[in-house]
């Protein structure tokens, strides 16, 4: 054998160095990189420097896929070198978006957060994933489709929409990148969601979600929420969602949520408070009408800006609806965690000849509230968490599960004149079985602390308690009905080439005189967004009457209602529950105010965004402003740094004033993207809070008297370092961990949850989450979280008590705590 090898290469020397040549070609082509599917981290091995692989990848994800190598010769600061050296290392292939499955699976990083997003973007998830599975059509794709999707704002919408008068059909990304005005940022986020060509042939897609949690789930993204009262032993938290469909005609769905210290109650008599239910037709024409969705079971409803009417439990601050904080105009199966003011009954949505658009519905529901002590009148309805009958601590003379019960029917009707620019009206109104006449002397504070509402100078924000809506009336469409709250508003929307101008109106009819509208409380909200490709810029106003006591209201506000109102305080109230009546509040606080905000990527390793607001709390006049700044370098791809910085304030009255703060947060965050997408995160965060001398605040530890000396409280600091760490096994199995030391008060958003803490003393914290794709559509999550506090001793108010005026002194305390979070995805 061996004499026969050596015959050959005498024969033919070249043949052992040809079948090299051979191995080392294939060896290069397994190794060539598709740039119409790589990602940003699987270009880095091109033989390029950092600026021309960031170069090429921007061109590629801006034009669309290329046909041609020779395309590259467009793209700035390659060169002929560099496109000869791409010659042997890229290879072109169709762009694998198209395929259903293939994004499914290479979207899973984004559809693995959605799917644990908690608060006012929940409705959202589905929707986005909906897309994800059935992307829908841009060539039929409506303003409402398009402006829903995060960071697509109406320019971006509009520009595509114009697009489609001036061609026959985009056939192609790169005929959609050619659209004039649509951002690079809003041709990103779009891409992932849409498709240039009808479904062919049926398709059934099916999706189930299960989370098993101890982890608190709040009603806001606010580092300045509350989290929610528990006692100290209670079940967890478990969610269950299943969703089926059928191409883009119909949809069925079904959610059952318990929320944490919640005992299970699957049926309740008729109503079935925790089980969701929805059947959805959508996508039907009929001689010049279209029916968007029609929904059967739950639905939620969102008109506009959210002034009039947006039908969720939880609220985002400062949400203008750009960017990531979007909304959702129309009618949508509602399969998400909300309760208190979830829809059950009927929603429709269509247009007329694609110039008049409407929604409307009608529903009925039990809801929460606090009733009076007769039990047939009620003081305001109340979202809890967890929804118990009866006080934590003391007994309340009346239960608080589903004893209003709730009709409510409403739409909204807008007329279209060209492409972004429309004129609507929108209205709904609330009827209840039981007579609205808020006494929250009688049914919410404690006999004792009466005579502080209206007149503690901590709770300025008491006049909007004052202000609730009472009402007693009958309606000839519910013979039941024993009040009302009626609501009507208008709306206006433009795109003046780069520049989108929207406003909002809304009024809150008292008198039942529709065109009388003077002496009425009325609530405005108009916003301005002016873009271009690296810089943005939006300006909004907001004007809520005092007054105005719309519990569907979601529109822009830095704060909740109530915030600063004798309802925060828990001890002065019958029981701890009621102050749900603040912590749960998801309806804007009365506010005046002027918000602006800008990105501007001055260079391709620098980002700035600002965000500024200066507003008046309306009740009592207090001055507030807050402004974020935030810088990101990145002087290679691999690495970023980044600096947040805070400064916040609430003007003091004068000198004596107990009611002023300045707070100033510092965050620094340092981010290191390995290989595989492992990744290293460190973060340190400094914070201060300043207060005015509060008296009230300095008890004599050793004998429990109130001090004379005005200092207060002069300063509140907090500290935190750690660090994440993001590690790959394999493309189907990955473990993220952090451990941080913190004193004093820290915010943070851990993997999927946002969580906030408190430590005087200061606390260590680690948490762990392992995530695995168990095959192409099984995915499962873990998560364990562990937190250990310093003992804290002489505490100056008792832990046993809800009054914490009570001294226990010799007290010590360790706040140890243990929770974990269970999450199983099926998406087929």
């Known amino acids: 054998m061996i004499k026969r090898l050596h015959r050959i290469m005498q024969i033919a020397p070249g043949i052992p160095l040809l079948i090299v040549g051979l191995l080392m070609t294939g060896t290069v082509v397994a190794e060539q990189i598709d740039i119409n599917n ?8 091109l033989p390029l420097s950092e600026e021309q692989i960031q170069a090429v990848y921007e061109y590629v994800q801006y034009h669309g896929p290329i046909e041609s190598i020779y395309e590259l010769v467009n793209v700035k600061g390659l060169g002929n070198a560099g496109l000869q050296s791409l010659k042997t290392t890229v290879v072109l292939k169709p762009d694998l978006s198209v395929s259903t499955n293939t994004r499914l699976e290479d979207q899973y990083r984004k559809v693995e957060n959605w799917t644990s997003t908690e608060g006012a973007s929940e409705g959202l998830v589905e929707l986005w994933l909906e897309r994800l599975a059935e992307p829908m059509n841009v060539n039929t794709a409506s303003y409402e489709d398009l402006v829903s999707l995060q960071n697509v704002s109406p320019v971006d919408a509009v520009a595509v929409l114009k697009l489609r008068t001036e061609v026959d059909s985009i056939g192609s990304a790169r005929w959609l990148r050619n659209a004039i005005g649509l951002s690079y940022y809003g041709y990103r986020n779009m891409r992932d969601f849409i498709a240039y060509s ?16 101890t982890i608190p789930s709040t009603n806001s993204t606010d580092e300045e929420t509350a989290n929610p009262l528990l006692g100290s032993v209670y079940s967890p938290d478990i969610l269950h969602k299943f969703s089926i469909s059928n191409s883009t005609h119909w949809k069925a769905g079904l959610s059952y949520n318990r929320q944490l210290g919640e005992a ?10 925790e089980v969701k239910a929805s059947l959805t037709f959508s996508d039907y024409d009929w001689a010049g009408f279209h029916l968007d969705r029609l929904v059967l079971g739950n639905f939620s409803a969102t008109m506009s800006q959210g002034v009039v009417f947006e039908s969720t439990d939880y609220r985002s601050p400062r949400r203008s609806g750009y960017g990531w904080n979007k909304r959702a105009h129309g009618i949508f199966s509602d399969l998400s965690r909300s309760q208190e003011y979830a829809q059950r009954g009927i929603g429709i949505q269509g247009s007329i000849i694609n110039k008049l658009k409407f929604m409307g519905f009608a ?18 309805l109340i979202t809890l968490y967890p929804r118990i009958d009866d006080g ?23 007329f279209e004149f060209t492409p972004g620019t429309f004129f609507g009206v929108s209205a709904y109104e609330s009827l209840y079985d039981k007579e609205l006449r808020p006494d929250v002397t009688l049914s919410v504070i404690d006999a004792d602390n009466t005579d502080l509402f209206l007149n503690s100078s901590g709770n300025g924000a008491d006049t909007e308690i004052a202000a609730m809506h009472a009402s007693l009336a009958q309606s000839s469409l519910w013979a039941d009905a024993r009040s009302n709250r009626r609501i009507q508003g208008l709306e206006f929307s433009t795109v003046v080439s780069n520049l989108a101008l929207q406003l909002e109106w809304a009024v809150l009819d008292k008198d039942s005189e529709i065109l009388a509208v003077d002496t009425d409380p009325q609530a405005l909200v108009a916003n301005a967004y002016l873009q271009f490709d690296n810089f943005n810029f939006m300006v909004l106003y907001r004007d809520y009457d005092l007054g105005f006591d719309n519990p569907y209201q979601r529109s822009f506000s830095n704060y909740q209602r109530y915030k600063s109102s004798i309802f925060e305080d828990e001890f002065y109230l019958k029981d701890p529950v009621l102050s749900y009546l603040y912590t749960g509040a998801s309806q804007p606080q009365a506010e005046r105010g ?3 905000s800008s990105r501007y990527q001055i260079h391709r390793t620098w980002v700035l965004t600002t965000n500024f607001d200066t507003w008046t709390r309306v009740a009592d006049g207090a001055r507030y402003y807050r402004t974020v700044a935030t810088a990101e370098y990145r002087p290679v791809f691999n690495y970023r740094f980044k600096i947040r910085q805070k400064w916040q304030a609430r003007g003091s009255f004068n000198i004596f004033s107990p009611t002023g703060y300045e707070n100033r947060e510092t965050i620094l965050t340092g981010r290191m993207r390995l290989s595989g997408y492992d990744q290293l995160q460190i973060t340190y965060v400094n914070s201060v809070t300043l207060f005015d001398p509060r008296r009230r605040l300095t008890i004599d530890l050793a004998t429990g008297e109130n001090n004379v000396s005005p200092v207060g409280q002069a300063a509140s ?21 952090s451990v941080v030391y913190y004193k004093g008060f820290f915010w943070s958003f851990e993997d999927t949850d946002f969580r906030v803490f408190d430590s005087p003393d200061g606390s260590m914290r680690w948490w762990v989450t392992a995530f695995s794709r168990l095959g192409n559509h099984w995915a499962i999550r873990a998560k364990l979280s562990w937190d250990e506090g310093a003992a804290l001793s002489n505490y100056a108010y008792g832990l046993e008590k809800y009054d914490p005026r009570v001294p226990a002194l010799g007290t010590s305390w360790f706040g140890e705590n243990t929770d974990f979070r269970l999450q199983l995805d099926y998406a087929f």
């Open 594 to 596: 002027i918000y602006v």
């Open 198 to 213: 009808e479904p062919e042939g049926e398709q059934w897609h099916i999706w189930y979600n299960m989370v098993y949690k």
């Open 38 to 45: 790589a990602t940003l981290t699987e270009m880095q091995s």
């Open 363 to 380: 529903s009925k529901n039990n809801r929460d509230a606090v009733l009076n002590p007769d039990g047939e009148s009620f003081t305001a």
């Open 264 to 273: 299970n109650r699957y049926f309740e008599g008729s109503n079935i408070p």
């Open 717 to 737: 600091p907090g500290n935190a370092l750690g660090f994440v760490l993001t590690h790959n096994f394999t493309p189907m199995f990955k473990i993220i961990g």
């Open 392 to 414: 934590l601590v003391n007994e309340l003379s009346q239960p608080l599960l589903d004893v209003v019960n709730e009709v409510t029917y409403g739409g909204n009707v807008r």
